[in-house]
């Protein structure tokens, strides 16, 4: 009998948040290595374990997967949040892909300084709420459906969620134009296993804070200022 899936990675958000979102949806328990030190990443370098020398990296079903995509590709095909069929998993696809490029200007929010984090908030607001929920509130209008693909809760689903809760945390009221989605974000958050996960104790991480930045900075060696879009 496989063991839990471990995951490699800092004790905070980042890339691998949606990899322990995507578990917690499945119902799957995990555990959690947080490097801490240089020494450990190094140790997992030399080791061979880390593919293409970087993290996130998830040990399931015998394998050591490096690159975010696949880790999460893999998980919501095995735990059958991938689609019924190809057309399903492409729109699935095209949705987690839109939904990513909305996380990607939240990601490197800890990074920025005081400064360009006021700015980059502007920049989240006004991406989601001119290009991204906008598209979602017309699928999820369109079909009437409770989930994005097929009627059944899928990856796309759980991956929304997240980026909801992401840019509420920068804008509270930002779900005050679109309807569809907050019933959307009520209906997904009462499903048993991501209700779970919302809840004080679970695995899911904080706002990443000060520290979580010092420790990423320290372990990866990045001595350069990340720039706002």
């Keep these: 009998m496989a063991g839990k ?6 004790d905070g958000r980042g890339k691998m948040e949606s990899v322990r979102w995507l578990l917690a949806a499945a119902g799957v328990e995990f555990e959690e290595e947080f490097l801490e030190t240089r020494e450990q990443y190094e140790k997992l370098l030399q080791g061979g374990s880390l593919l293409f020398q970087q993290v996130p990296m998830v040990e399931i079903d015998g394998m050591k997967m490096v690159q975010t995509r696949a880790i999460l590709s893999y998980i919501a095909a095995k735990y059958n949040l991938y689609g019924k069929d190809l057309k399903e998993r492409a729109l699935i696809d095209m949705y987690v892909g839109g939904t990513d490029d909305l996380m990607g200007f939240i990601m490197m929010f800890p990074f920025l300084s005081a400064e360009d984090k006021e700015k980059q ?18 699928v999820l209008k369109d079909h009437g459906q409770d989930f994005l693909v097929g009627n059944n809760f ?9 980026a909801i809760l992401m840019v509420e945390e920068k804008k509270s009221d930002v779900l005050s134009g679109f309807p569809q989605l907050q019933a959307f974000k009520a209906r ?8 779970k996960f919302l809840e004080p104790g679970s695995q899911r991480k ?6 979580y930045v010092e420790t990423v900075r320290r372990v990866l060696r990045m001595y350069y200022d990340v720039k706002a879009n």
């Design 5 to 10: 899936p471990k995951l490699y990675y800092f």
């Design 121 to 138: 908030r502007a920049v989240v607001v006004q991406k989601a709420t001119s290009r991204y929920f906008p598209a979602y509130e017309k």
């Design 154 to 162: 899928s990856w796309a689903d759980v991956h929304l969620l997240e």
């Design 188 to 195: 997904i958050s009462s499903i048993p296993t991501i209700k």
């Design 206 to 211: 904080p706002v990443p804070d000060d520290k």
